[in-house]
Each structure stands twice: as C-alpha cells, then as structure tokens.
C-alpha cells in the first residue's frame, strides 16, 4: 500500500498550496486597498481619509494627525 501515502502527501501539499494562494489572495487584496489612489482627486487625511478641502489650521479636524 504505498500509494496510499503518496494520495495523502499529495492532499497535504494541496491543502498546504491552497492555503498559501488564500492568504496570498488576502495580502494582495490589502495591498491594493491601501496603495491605490484614490479616484476623486481630492486631498485626503494620510490616516483616516478625511477632505481636507477649505481647512484654516494645518491639522485633520477628524482624527488630529498634523498635515
């Protein structure tokens, strides 16, 4: 019965292949979210995301970071 474990090594490196392209997936998912540009062309807080269009002080008036 030596084939049986080749038919389970080969369901552990499945398992193990599966997983990795997963979190790849996840990873690259992420990355884009994050790096990618934003359409709208508007200036954008670098932590939260808020417009800072029209601001007097050189502060993100939502999360505080100094701009």
Same mark, same amino acid.
């Given at each position: 019965m030596p084939w049986e474990v080749e038919v389970r090594s080969l369901s552990v490196?499945?398992?193990h292949a599966? &997983? +990795?392209c997963l979190i790849g997936i996840i990873?690259?998912?992420l990355l884009l979210r994050f790096l990618r540009? &934003? +359409?709208d062309?508007?200036?954008r807080c670098g932590r939260?995301?808020?417009i800072l269009k029209g601001l007097s002080t050189p502060r993100c008036?939502?999360?505080g970071?100094?701009?």
């Open positions: 490196y499945l398992l599966a &997983r +990795a990873l690259f998912g540009p &934003r +359409a062309g508007l200036t939260c995301g808020y008036p939502e999360c970071k100094r701009i």
